[in-house]
């Protein structure tokens, strides 16, 4: 199982951004898929997550109306758009995938700041 994450970097507060993981290794579609971010000295956190098939998304209260998660299964591929950013949106962000177990990505970095 391989989980790739892109799309990170700096952005001003307000800004936009795409984050993307490509997955490998196993049967994308009958995975739910997820994001997750960890924040300097805090623990690791749910943002938001996606069923294999269906439009079933989940979101974390301070992410919801500003961030939407999306997959493509014929891609293997899981996206993250985060607009309206914030300070506090800072945080290390890490694709994940659950079936029976859970696999993770390597995470990449997005700071808010001006």
């Known amino acids: 199982v391989q989980l790739v994450e892109s799309g990170g970097g700096l952005v001003q507060p307000g800004g936009s951004l795409r984050l993307s993981c490509v997955a490998s290794?196993?049967?994308?579609?009958?995975?739910?898929m997820s994001w997750y971010r960890q924040a300097p000295g805090k623990e690791r956190e749910l943002v938001a997550s996606?069923?294999?098939?269906?439009?079933?998304?989940t979101y974390a209260d301070p992410v919801k109306g500003r961030f939407t998660i999306s997959r493509d299964n014929a891609k293997n591929s899981v996206y993250l758009q985060m607009n309206s950013l914030r300070t506090e949106d800072t945080a290390v962000y890490y694709c994940?995938?659950?079936?029976?177990?859970?696999?993770w990505g390597q995470g990449t970095l997005v700071p808010v700041s001006s």
């Open positions: 994940s995938a659950s079936r029976i177990a859970t696999h």
């Open positions: 290794g196993f049967t994308f579609s009958s995975y739910l």
């Open positions: 996606i069923p294999g098939i269906g439009p079933f998304t």
